[in-house]
T-cell receptor, first 110, second 113 residues
Framework: GIQVEQSPPDLILQEGANSTLRCNFS?????LQWFHQNPWGQLINLFY???GTKQNGRLSATTVATERYSLLYISSSQTTDSGVYFC????????????FGQGTELSVKP | DVKVTQSSRYLVKRTGEKVFLECVQD?????MFWYRQDPGLGLRLIYF???????EKGDIPEGYSVSREKKERFSLILESASTNQTSMYLC????????????FGSGTQLSVL
């Protein structure tokens, strides 16, 4: 099956710093999503981005499907950005069945 | 915004009990999913459903069953709870099976003693 790998596994930042999280996937996909899990366990969908670039405030994401990777950029990080970031994807004929990476745990210090 | 509601935030059950976890979504989504999340193992798909009365096994269906009698409701059933089913259970929904955004509920932390 498709493999999804995220790096780095964990990251500690000072408030105000920028960061880039990476997601590599092993097969051609038609669906790439980024999620943030807050310290209370709630998973929030940040981006649906099968290809191209999207921005939402201080966050942006880029997926290069032909090279099988996606990047999540966090600029001017805040303590509320702490938590675990997951990417997830699915292969062409199983669009609704997402496979998740292991996540990047981010801790932003004041 | 889509709302996915799970009936309990925390649940404590005894080994051998039958356990029902309920999930309701309010956006007429076709697809609903049950995942479990464990430290070091990430999120793993238990069951999913593309339509009413339709279900498909995910990656770890053993020990679980599901029910979808109405479009908005998807129930996960532990027929005889065991300690290795202690976990965070997450329900999710998406509009169709063609890869739209997935929306999660707030999760149910189940402890089986």
């Amino acid at each position: 099956g498709i493999q999804v790998e995220q790096s780095p596994p964990d990251l500690i930042l000072q408030e105000g710093a920028n960061s880039t999280l990476r997601c590599n996937f092993s097969d051609s996909v038609n669906n790439l999503q980024w999620f943030h899990q807050n310290p209370w366990g709630q998973l929030i969908n940040l981006f649906y981005i099968p290809s191209g670039t999207k921005q939402n405030g201080r966050l942006s994401a880029t997926t290069v499907a032909t090279e099988r990777y996606s990047l999540l950029y966090i600029s001017s990080s805040q303590t509320t950005d702490s938590g675990v970031y997951f990417c997830a994807t699915s292969i062409y004929n199983q669009g609704g069945k997402l496979i998740f990476g292991q996540g990047t745990e981010l801790s932003v210090k004041p | 915004d889509v709302k996915v509601t799970q009936s309990s935030r925390y649940l404590v059950k005894r080994t051998g009990e039958k356990v029902f976890l309920e999930c309701v979504q309010d956006m007429d989504h076709e697809n609903m999913f049950w995942y479990r999340q464990d430290p070091g193992l990430g999120l793993r798909l238990i069951y999913f459903s593309y339509d009413v009365k339709m279900k498909e096994k995910g990656d770890i269906p053993e020990g679980y069953s599901v029910s979808r009698e109405k479009k908005e409701r998807f129930s996960l059933i532990l027929e005889s709870a065991s300690t290795n089913q202690t976990s965070m259970y997450l329900c999710a929904s998406s509009l169709t099976g063609r890869g739209e955004k997935l929306f999660f509920g707030s999760g149910t932390q189940l402890s089986v003693l």
